[in-house]
């Protein structure tokens, strides 16, 4: 079943910061979030395990609830090169492939 | 390694033709996803293999689809015949253990 993201879009200025959230009506194994910029195939930014982690990337970390079947991930600080359509992509079992969500489109501008 | 390869980039044809979109996977993963992505529905797992093995193909729209993986360097999705609906990128990706998908850069196709 599909997660749900949200925002759909947010618009930042530089320096701003932004938490993208993504949700699953199902217990959630893993959490895994991508990037894509226009035109371009999704890149690996973390995964995330059950036990409620939280994890860093530069300035962009996330964090998993298992509880609440959720993770947010967090932009701090942001620059331009960070716009992008965010996905998460939600794992039910260690065996299982991901569904992504709808994605949440990010803008940075100057 | 030169990461996942797709080909071709672009593709245009017509309704009704048949399609066959390729992909290499890196060496040595053991996974290989087709997903499609559209505006509307985001990107759609399609089918996967574990090992050359089908493991799953129940996003597969229609029978008009097929997948094959002969071998662990090499996979095809086949759309015949194919519809304007079709029209979407489409994506392979690979993975060791399902951990961090590696994309190719997908194939644009339009079906006119």
């Known amino acids: 079943q599909q997660p749900v993201q949200s925002p759909q879009a947010v618009i930042l200025r530089e320096g701003e910061d932004a938490v993208i959230n993504c949700s699953s009506s199902?217990?959630?194994?893993?959490v895994h979030w991508y990037r894509q910029k226009h035109g371009e195939a999704p890149v690996f930014l973390m995964i995330?395990?059950?036990?409620?982690e939280q994890k860093g990337h530069e300035k962009i970390s996330a964090s998993f609830n298992e509880k609440k079947q959720q993770s947010s991930l967090y932009l701090t600080a942001s620059q331009l090169s960070y716009s992008g359509t965010y996905f998460c992509?939600?794992?039910?079992?260690?065996?299982?492939?991901?569904?992504f969500g709808k994605g949440t489109r990010l803008s940075v501008i100057a | 390694d030169a990461g996942v390869i797709q080909s071709p980039r672009h593709e245009v044809t017509e309704m009704g033709q048949e399609v066959t979109l390729r992909c290499k996977p890196i060496?040595?993963?053991?996974?290989l996803f087709w997903y499609r992505q559209t505006m509307m529905r985001g990107l759609e797992l399609l089918i996967y293999?574990?090992?050359?093995?089908?493991?799953?193909d129940s996003g597969m729209p229609e029978d008009r689809f097929s997948a094959k993986m002969p071998n662990a360097s090499f996979s095809t999705l086949k759309i015949q015949p194919s519809e304007p609906r079709d029209s979407a990128v489409y994506f392979c990706?690979?993975?060791?253990?399902?951990?961090?998908?590696?994309f190719g850069q997908g194939t644009r196709l339009t079906v006119v």
């Open positions: 990706a690979s993975s060791f253990g399902q951990i961090e998908a590696f």
């Open positions: 199902k217990a959630l194994y893993s």
């Open positions: 995330l395990l059950k036990g409620g």
């Open positions: 992509g939600t794992g039910h079992s260690g065996n299982t492939p991901l569904v």
């Open positions: 060496s040595g993963h053991d996974y």
């Open positions: 293999f574990n090992n050359n093995v089908p493991i799953d």
